[in-house]
């Protein structure tokens, strides 16, 4: 018997790009990998024009009319009190209904984990969601993982810790590491530097890294984010997204200064036709499109966050990480881990969820 499907709820209309973007990643999704399945949200009659014209996508999709669209202006709350017409909500219902395994979505942010918080809820013991993204770097498996880079501004020392669990989590099963190494973002390796949180979180992940299986290495400052100090990076969502968003511009600027850079006389022209294929060995290394894509974490279900700007590449990228996931069962695995882990807690060090909480 073959392998069953893997079957992915894709928001087509949260992008910058428009559907036609989102289409178009799915089909060259489809033609590298022919055991996906799409669910696709939003208008039927566009949506149902667009996919006719991939030939990849026939007979892989199965489209769900949805009017509404969340733009990228739109509150969260406004969202979570009238979004139930977006594709945003039916994407997430999706996975929430098991119908798929992994939502994508290249949406609004905070609608999209306010949502994603309300429809799935999180796991138990889980105080905020984080969003984990893989950061190209030195080490041998080509990427570190970062957490949290978005997904909510404050973090105390017990967040902090969480999101080393998850990131070690989803470094076993994005990565393949059986035992990664987790550094604590800060503004310098001594271990007198920084905020009281971070003191304290120093302690509750080193005193866990034996009990979770991993290395905490202590500190690590923003040089080691691309480094090889690490595998898993720790770090708020204000830190972590201004890193992300730095880390992303840094990339294109280089990619525009190489391009004068070659174009400046003819002689150096010359020197780029002879550099051809170390260059775009150098793109695809740098290139943000390709490792595209945020995974929230600490939810009953996956959710794949693509960048709003992305283009084909990009949401290809994105439906790669979402199956790899899929495929490992990854969102299971989280949950079992993070569950072994507070069941071995102390009381007085466990975080106390309620179903009241709602996200801020």
């Known amino acids: 018997m073959g392998q069953?499907?893997?079957?992915?709820?894709?928001?087509?209309?949260?992008?910058?790009?428009?559907?036609?973007?989102?289409?178009?990643?799915?089909?060259?999704?489809?033609?590298?990998?022919?055991?996906?399945?799409?669910?696709?949200?939003?208008?039927?009659?566009?949506?149902?024009?667009?996919?006719?014209?991939?030939?990849?996508?026939?007979g892989r999709c199965e489209i769900r009319d949805a009017s509404g669209v969340v733009s990228m202006e739109d509150k969260p709350s406004h969202i979570m009190r009238h979004g139930q017409d977006t594709s945003m909500w039916a994407a997430i219902d999706a996975v929430r209904d098991k119908e798929a395994t992994v939502a994508v979505s290249c949406g609004n942010t905070g609608a999209l984990m306010a949502l994603s918080m309300i429809r799935l809820r999180k796991l138990p013991g889980v105080n905020r969601p984080a969003i984990a993204i893989l950061w190209p770097s030195r080490n041998p498996q080509g990427f570190n993982v970062m957490l949290d880079v978005g997904a909510d501004i404050r973090a105390d020392a017990q967040d902090l810790l969480q999101y080393a669990l998850m990131g070690v989590s989803y470094a076993r099963n994005g990565l393949q590491l059986d035992r990664p190494r987790v550094g604590l973002l800060n503004v310098g390796t001594e271990e007198h530097k920084g905020k009281a949180e971070l003191k304290e979180a120093h302690e509750l992940i080193g005193g866990m890294a034996d009990r979770a299986q991993f290395d905490f290495v202590g500190f690590v400052e923003g040089g080691d984010i691309p480094g090889e100090a690490c595998d898993v990076?720790?770090?708020?969502?204000?830190?972590?997204?201004?890193?992300?968003?730095?880390?992303?511009?840094t990339a294109s600027l280089i990619g525009d200064r190489l391009?004068?850079?070659?174009?400046?006389?003819?002689?150096?022209?010359?020197?780029?036709?002879?550099?051809?294929?170390?260059?775009?060995?150098?793109?695809?290394?740098?290139?943000?499109?390709?490792?595209?894509?945020?995974?929230?974490?600490?939810?009953?279900?996956?959710?794949?966050?693509s960048h709003g700007a992305a283009d084909a590449t990009g949401v290809s990228a994105a439906i790669k990480l979402a199956v790899q996931l899929a495929q490992s069962g990854f969102s299971d695995r989280l949950a079992a881990r993070l569950a072994s882990i507070t069941d071995a807690m102390p009381d007085t060090e466990k975080t106390i969820m309620t179903d009241e909480e709602s996200p801020k």
Do not use: C, W
Not at 11 to 21: C, Y
């Open 259 to 305: 391009k004068e850079a070659f174009a400046y006389s003819p002689l150096s022209r010359l020197a780029s036709l002879l550099a051809l294929t170390s260059l775009r060995r150098l793109k695809k290394k740098i290139d943000p499109r390709r490792v595209n894509g945020g995974v929230f974490l600490g939810l009953n279900g996956t959710v794949v966050k």
């Open 233 to 249: 990076i720790v770090t708020d969502g204000f830190t972590g997204n201004i890193a992300l968003k730095t880390g992303e511009g």
């Open 4 to 58: 069953a499907p893997i079957v992915l709820s894709i928001d087509a209309m949260g992008g910058d790009q428009g559907p036609e973007a989102v289409v178009s990643g799915m089909s060259r999704s489809a033609k590298a990998n022919p055991d996906i399945r799409f669910l696709v949200h939003g208008p039927e009659k566009k949506l149902t024009k667009l996919i006719e014209r991939k030939k990849a996508l026939a």
